[in-house]
């Protein structure tokens, strides 16, 4: 078994945990875990972590997220995709293109967006979705994050009634494209809800990194990216002497290089020790994967 990153391009129908289940067997490990989840419905860039690698995953900076989306506007839906059953629906057949651009620029940059009620945020100790499948009312308070794009580039009517529009988003960690779908609808007057959902990037990781679970199963190993290249691909690198690497796996500190955030530690030949954090002139170790002895 390979210590290091695994990214997926999740097919549509699993969810992330069953990915993980298909990775574990893969790698012959349990030691498999996932830095974020994709809805079955939605497929693209998926994030795991194997071996010493799943402690790494707490410490990647994948806060900022690209998606390609259909949002289909004339129906809203229970669960705001395609996943869930019509519960309104208002005919977009006057609706034209450079409305619906022009409705965009609301839903972009810093926003206040209440979550999909289908969400797995919890209300009163439960899961919101489990609330909401047992007929119970669920009121999500609203959450500020970040839509840095939310681009209309094309449009198809499948019916009269239904405009489908195909947008490019790029927002924040925590935002619900779903949401950002029905809020669409909900400013047009006619509903709406997401029906396609590929997830092209998450922090560093795009799909051009992703293989298919087909792909991984034909591999001697699925591990695609080993720790030393997952680290270097996603943090700030330090090279390290044999003397400074000894240090690290005691837990101890060395001088401070100027590094913002976390880095990795890595020896000459390739070896990752440890990922630092530097404050007050000093680069403290805050995970060892070389622990001495």
């Known amino acids: 078994m390979t210590d290091g990153l695994v990214v997926v391009d999740k097919p549509g129908g699993l969810t992330s945990h069953d990915v993980v289940a298909r990775v574990r067997r ?5 030691r498999v ?3 974020g989840t994709l809805d079955p419905m939605a497929t693209g860039v998926l994030v795991l972590g194997v071996g010493r690698a799943t402690r790494l995953l707490s410490h990647l900076v994948l806060t900022d997220k690209a998606y390609r989306a259909t949002v289909r506007l004339g129906q ?8 869930g059953a019509v ?3 208002a ?13 965009l620029p609301a839903l972009r940059g810093p926003i206040e967006q209440v979550p999909s009620a289908v969400s797995a945020i919890k209300v009163g100790g439960q899961r919101s979705y489990r609330r909401v499948r047992e007929g119970s009312p669920v009121a999500l308070a609203a959450r500020p994050v970040t839509v840095s794009r939310f681009d209309a580039v094309a449009f198809r009517r499948p019916t009269p009634d239904l ?6 988003v790029e927002c924040s960690s925590g935002t619900y494209v779903r949401a950002l779908a029905r809020d669409l609808g909900r400013v047009l007057g006619v509903g709406g809800h997401l029906s396609v959902l590929r997830r092209t990037r998450v922090g560093p990781f795009r799909l051009e990194h992703a293989r298919t679970l087909e792909e991984l199963a034909a591999l001697d190993d699925p591990v695609t990216l080993p720790l030393p290249d997952a680290v270097r691909l996603a943090l700030p690198v330090r090279e390290i002497a044999e003397d400074e690497a000894r240090e690290l796996s005691f837990g101890r500190p060395l001088p401070g290089a100027g590094l913002a955030g976390t880095a990795a530690a890595i020896t000459s030949d390739g ?3 440890a990922l630092l954090r530097e404050e007050d002139g000093s680069a ?8 001495a002895g």
Not at 26 to 30: C, Q
Not at 76 to 83: I, L, P, R
């Open 271 to 273: 070896v990752v020790v």
């Open 284 to 291: 403290r170790p805050v995970l060892v994967f070389a622990p």
């Open 163 to 168: 405009l489908d529009v195909d947008v490019l």
């Open 33 to 35: 875990g996932h830095a």
């Open 76 to 83: 809203a839906t229970v669960t705001d995709d395609a996943d």
């Open 91 to 103: 005919s977009a057949a006057s609706l034209a293109p450079d409305q619906v651009a022009a409705t």
């Open 87 to 89: 519960v309104t629906e």
């Open 26 to 30: 893969l790698a012959g490990t349990r």
